[in-house]
C-alpha cells in the first residue's frame, strides 16, 4: 500500500507541476541541457556527453533520467581566427512513477561566439536549439482505489477508460536559445557566465481536453576554473533556474588533482560537493585520463521531503569525452 501510495503521488506530481523540466545535480557535464550556447565551445575536435540520474532510488522507477548530446566546433578555416561556430545534437528520456510517463527529446543546436581580443581569451556567444518532444502516458501502468477487489486488482475503471485510452501521445516542437560570456585574465584560468532560455515558444501540452502550456525555463549559470599550484586546480559553478513557481540554486565547486605529475597529458583526480540550496547535499568524484572523464554524485536529501519516505536520496553518473587536437590553441574553456 505505501508503494502504492507513493507512486500515485508521483504520477499526480508529474502532471500538476506541469512546468519543472527534468534536470541534473550534475549539470555542468551535461551542457546542452543547460545552455545552447556551450555548443562547440570546449578545448577538442569533438565533445561526447551521457549523464544518467536515478531519482529518489528508494521508490520503485520514481524517475529515470538519460540523456546524451554530441557536439563539435566547424567552418574553422573559414571564420575568423579564434571565433567559434559550433553544431551539436543532443537527446534525452524521462520516466516517471514506474515508467506510467515517459519523455522523450531530441535537439539539433548551434551555436558562434566571437572573440573580443587577439588572443582569443574572451569571447561571447549566442546559441540555438530546435527540439522535437513526445510524451507517452502509459494508464495500464497505473493502479487506483476502485482496482483493488477481495479477489485481487482489476482492469482500469470503465469511468476512467471511457475519458482516456490505454495510452496516450502527445508531440510537440520547442525552441530554447542562450548566451554566454568566457573570459581569462591569464590563458590559464577560466571563468564565464550565462543565461538561456528554453520553451521560448511555450508548446501545448495535455492529456486531456484542457491545454495546458509548457512555462519558459530560465537559467542563470555561471563557472570558473582557477589555478591553485602545480597539481591543484579549483573548479567552481552555480545555476539559479526559474520555471513557473519553481526555483533551484545548486552551487559549488571541486578540486582538480593532477595525480600523474604530468600536465600535458594529465590524470586528473576530482573531489568536491554542491549545494542544492532548501533541498540537499551534493557531494561529488570524478576521475579524468587524457579526455575522458568519469563523474558520480549522491544527492542526500536534508529536507522535508526526507520524511516522505525512507532514504529519498539520488544518484547521478556522468561520462565526457573530449577528442583533443594534436596541436591545442590553449584558449581556455568553460569545464565545470
Known sequence: MR???????LVLTAFAVQAQDPHFSQFFASPLTLNPAFTGKFNGNWRLAVNHRNQWASIYNAYNTTSASFDLPIQQKSIPENDVL???ISGL??????NALKLSYGSVSLSYHKSLDEDGYNTIGAGFQGTYSSMLLDFSKLTFEDQLTQTGFTNPSGEFLGVNPIQKNRSYLDINAGVMYSGSSNGENNYYLGFSLYHINRPVVNFKEKDWYLTSRSTVHGGGSF??????DLNVSFIQQFQNKATETVLGGALAILANGDPENPTNLFLGSWIR????????????VGGLRFGASYDATNSALKTAASNVNSYEFSIIYTKKPIEIKGIPCPRF
Do not use: C, H, W
Not at 508503494?3 to 503521488?9: E, T
Not at 589555478?227 to 591543484?232: A, K, M, R, V
Not at 557531494?283 to 579524468?288: D, N, S, T, W
Open 3 to 9: 508503494k502504492f501510495i507513493q507512486l500515485i503521488i
Open 86 to 88: 559550433g553544431v551539436g
Open 93 to 98: 528520456t524521462d520516466a516517471s512513477g514506474n
Open 227 to 232: 589555478p591553485i599550484s602545480d597539481i591543484l
Open 277 to 288: 540550496l532548501g533541498d540537499a547535499i551534493i557531494p561529488y568524484m570524478g576521475l579524468e
